[in-house]
């Protein structure tokens, strides 16, 4: 069975730019979270899909936003993009959510210049 | 929100050595509690996991301890080799019903010298 790919796995941006990151998950899984990775401050939530439906939400501001298709894909957006968004984007899946095992995608790095 | 602390940041034992991972949670409704390993460049991987029903699980030369009224977490391999060099992230989900959403401590770095 295929794993979570994500796309594309390197980013470049300048500032004020927005970007588009795209996550499958692994056949039949039907929740999708996303995390950021950083050396300051680790994994952080962002937010989790289940249905098409967000069903939870980390603490980043509203430039941050998600949305999952009906085949459980999931799309990550990061409007007017900052310096600070420069991190490693990680998508992770699981069948049902809830407190069931999560799998990781090898994650979007997106550098801000 | 829920909180993990994650100890020590950096870790080195010999080869053959046991090496333990400890972390503590704020939220006493936490009840999963997953260990991922990162090898450099690499995704995070599953390695073990362990509910609030259970006090232990072993999978091979790692287990998993939990302390619900010390709302403390331990990650334990034995005889270590050097392929276990790599960071390692504890995690808590805070049970929300159907949501998942786990907050990591701030990771282990373990390092395996022969």
């Known amino acids: 069975k295929a794993g979570v790919t994500q796309t594309p796995r390197y980013l470049i941006k300048t500032r004020g730019q927005q970007v588009t990151l795209s996550c499958s998950p692994i056949?039949?899984?039907?929740?999708v979270s996303w995390y950021q990775q950083t050396p300051g401050q680790g994994l952080q939530f962002l937010f989790e899909y289940f249905s098409e439906t967000q069903r939870n939400k980390g603490n980043f501001p509203g430039r941050f936003s998600g949305r999952q298709f009906s085949n459980s894909r999931s799309e990550m957006n990061v409007s007017t993009l900052e310096l600070g968004d420069s991190a490693l984007y990680l998508c992770?899946?699981?069948?049902?959510?809830?407190?069931?095992?999560?799998?990781f995608g090898d994650g979007t790095r997106l550098s801000i210049l | 929100g829920e909180n993990v602390e994650q100890h020590p940041s950096t870790l080195s034992v010999q080869e053959g050595d046991s090496a333990v991972i400890k972390c503590t949670y704020s939220d006493s409704a936490s009840n999963y509690f997953p260990w991922y390993k990162q090898e450099l460049g690499k995704r995070p991987q599953l390695i073990i996991d362990i509910r609030s029903n259970v006090g232990e699980k072993k999978d091979q030369r790692i287990a998993v301890t939990l302390n619900k009224t010390a709302k403390h977490f331990s990650l334990h391999i034995t005889e270590t080799q050097p392929e276990d060099s790599a960071v390692y992230f504890c995690a808590a989900s805070l049970n929300t019903g159907t949501a998942s959403k786990l907050t990591f401590g701030t990771g282990t770095r373990l390092q395996v010298t022969l």
């Open positions: 992770a899946s699981s069948l049902m959510g809830g407190n069931q095992p999560q799998h």
């Open positions: 056949s039949g899984h039907r929740s």
